[in-house]
């Protein structure tokens, strides 16, 4: 579903001392380093954090967007394939932002870091439930801030959802965005994004009408602001983003939704600007659901008929299917119970069992609809 943020920027840019504030390349550590205590000293009073060994060389990217781009637990996000597809055509750029962590979307907290891939540069301005009309106000500081080359926007979607922004509204705050990051930086590159399909869209007319026509009034300002000093690109060739298939709330998209979205503003940067080549074809399809196997544990319960299952919880997993066999009867597959089980079920009690048959039991983690890794198999006597 789509949120609210719930803390200020202010408040979330000072915790952001504790990630990469502004990174070294496309490619970082498995662990990033904490900014020196100058670091977070500077971020929190507005000037630029320094990195220690942070790089000078090459083009500086901030991207900026609300929790489709920001990600949550066990992601990878799309800036993480757009990053990687860089890095291959040879280009390190500095990824830069206030922002470099995931949000929990099991515990509802945010400075997740269990990325699926931890190895990338983190630095952002995306975070959940960012708006472009609160956005538009504070672009120019930022950019001021981190010094963007190239600034990628991919919002909108919170101020049709959640607050019904006219389309007059839409592009005049579109066009206050762009003017706010020039007023900061007039040779900045920009590439809007346009919005991807929601769930939504498919039970509001008036819903999908308003992304429709926002999108339109994406690519018409983009034509008509564009200038030789900045040029504005749109990310528009997105490869047929999947409701069903690419997102795995019907908002928020899994692995093969970001490597979409990342297609799309790689292709942007490369066709209008030259930073790279475009993403190769045929782009990869790659398993979704979370990837991290839980760890099983079953135990015979003190009450007959019963077995007691507990495992380790997985980031980003919001549930998980239980999978059952009588070994004893020779049962030939396993039994997929009807209902996953909740973080908050764990432990849990298998029950009607049959006294003193052995039972195989099996966990698959689901985030959404997406299921993905398995547990090993448990074996259990039933009491």
Not at 75 to 82: A, F, M, N, R
Not at 108 to 115: A, E, H, I, L, T
Not at 158 to 184: E, H, K, P, T
Request: hydrophobic share 45%; aromatic share 8%; glycine share 8%.
């Amino acid at each position: 579903m789509l949120f609210r943020r719930s803390n200020s920027r202010r408040h979330l840019a000072a915790l952001a001392a504790v990630t990469l504030a502004a990174a070294a390349g496309c490619q970082g550590p498995a662990a990033a380093p904490a900014p020196h205590a100058g670091a977070r000293q500077a971020a929190h009073h507005g000037a630029a954090p320094v990195i220690d060994g942070q790089a000078t060389s090459g083009p500086r990217i901030m991207i900026v967007g609300d929790s489709i781009t920001q990600g949550s637990a066990g992601d990878y996000t799309w800036q993480y394939w757009l990053c990687e597809h860089l890095r291959a055509d040879g280009i390190r750029p500095a990824m830069v932002g206030p922002y470099g962590w995931l949000y929990n979307n099991v515990t509802g907290r945010q400075m997740d870091q269990s990325y699926a891939n931890p190895d990338f540069e983190h630095a952002n301005d995306a975070i959940w439930g960012l708006t472009l009309f609160r956005e538009k106000t504070e672009i120019g500081h930022l950019v001021s801030i981190y010094r963007p080359d190239y600034l990628l926007m991919l919002l909108g979607l919170n101020d049709l959802f959640w607050y019904g922004i006219s389309q007059a509204g839409m592009a005049a705050n579109l066009a206050g965005f762009i003017a706010a990051a020039r007023a900061a930086s007039p040779a900045i590159k920009i590439v809007l994004g346009l919005v991807p399909p929601d769930i939504h869209e498919q039970t509001s007319h008036a819903f999908a009408a308003a992304v429709a026509a926002y999108n339109v009034t994406i690519i018409s300002t983009a034509a008509k602001e564009s200038t030789a000093a900045s040029p504005i690109a749109v990310a528009n060739d997105v490869p047929g983003i999947s409701v069903a298939r690419d997102l795995w709330d019907g908002t928020h998209p899994n692995t093969n939704g970001q490597i979409k979205i990342a297609v799309a503003f790689a292709d942007a940067l490369a066709r209008r600007f030259g930073l790279g080549k475009p993403y190769p074809r045929p782009y990869p399809v790659m398993p979704v659901g979370p990837l991290t196997s839980p760890r099983l544990t079953v135990r015979p319960s003190l009450t007959p008929d019963q077995a007691v299952l507990l495992w380790t919880l997985v980031p980003g997993a919001n549930g998980y299917v239980v999978y059952e066999k009588n070994v004893t009867r020779k049962a030939a597959s396993f039994k997929r119970l009807p209902f996953p089980l909740s973080p908050a079920q764990d432990p849990w009690r298998a029950g009607l069992l049959i006294a003193g048959d052995v039972y195989a039991f099996k966990l698959q983690a689901c985030k959404g609809t997406d299921c993905g890794a398995f547990s090993s198999t448990a074996i259990v006597t039933a009491p």
